[in-house]
């Protein structure tokens, strides 16, 4: 029984891979009214485009919990997206993107440059306005500019997905940008077991049982509390290494 439920998961996940880039590809074609003309600055057409991949991210995790490949509960969800608030959140595995953006669709985000380089994702990152991360002052300015213009973001401030030892590590960068910019900073925890989809890992290595995600929205943390102590540099310092120990205590 356990091996034909295991064999059930694999076929799900296969298919749910496959899924995720056929559809990636058709979105090209119905995106292209947002990428045939810029929406760079066009903040209601970028919302549009969000809000429509959003019901297609939903859609597909929808599927993913029906298969049984994962199952998720969301706590504190409803305190996400809004105007002016930096979203971190702790990056265990491929999907967390996916995850969060289905249940909050009009959050901006910051992604990898590499991503303007996959074919299924190119148009949603042109169409959505999010922001590729090529650490540069430009990039900086498009996301000062995403706050002032009343968006909320979406960061995950490791880089990369978390380890197999579980250990986070957080960039400053983030940090920063939230002290400087947000009107409010929610820390995301992201708990899943067992660990799967992480970096480097064949899709087809199928864990013994059902994922699970727990996704807890955790207390606001207001940014001119801690600019009142420190100037900017050590108070980025300070609250990376408090974000740091929340989401390790958080996720063990």
Not at 35 to 58: H, N
Request: proline content about 7%.
């Amino acid at each position: 029984m356990k091996m034909l439920n295991r064999c059930r998961r694999f076929l799900a996940t296969l298919f749910g891979f496959v899924l995720f880039g056929v559809v990636g590809v058709l979105l090209k074609i119905v995106l292209l009214p947002y990428t045939l003309k810029s929406t760079k600055g066009d903040i209601p057409r970028q919302i549009a485009a969000r809000r429509l991949i959003g019901r297609v991210w939903k859609w597909f995790v929808g599927y993913l919990e029906w298969s049984g490949v994962l199952r998720v509960t969301f706590n504190g969800v409803e305190k996400l997206g809004r105007p002016g608030q930096l979203v971190l959140a702790n990056h265990p595995s491929l999907l967390d993107v996916v995850l969060l953006v289905s249940h909050v669709p009009d959050v901006n985000c910051i992604v990898k440059k590499d991503l303007l380089n996959n074919p299924s994702m190119k148009s949603q990152i042109l169409a959505t306005g999010y922001i590729p991360n090529d650490e540069s002052l430009e990039m900086m300015e498009e996301v000062d500019a995403v706050f002032k213009s009343g968006q909320s973001m979406l960061i995950f401030p490791e880089g990369t997905r978390t380890g197999w030892d579980g250990e986070i590590k957080l960039h400053r960068g983030a940090v920063s940008i939230g002290l400087r910019s947000a009107e409010v900073i929610t820390p995301v925890s992201i708990k899943m077991n067992p660990p799967n989809f992480k970096k480097g890992q064949p899709w087809y290595k199928i864990p013994p049982r059902t994922i699970h995600y727990e996704i807890t929205v955790g207390d606001d943390i207001h940014p001119q509390d801690w600019l009142a102590e420190k100037p900017l540099p050590i108070a980025a310092r300070r609250l990376n290494t408090y974000l740091q120990e929340y989401f390790t205590r958080e996720t063990t």
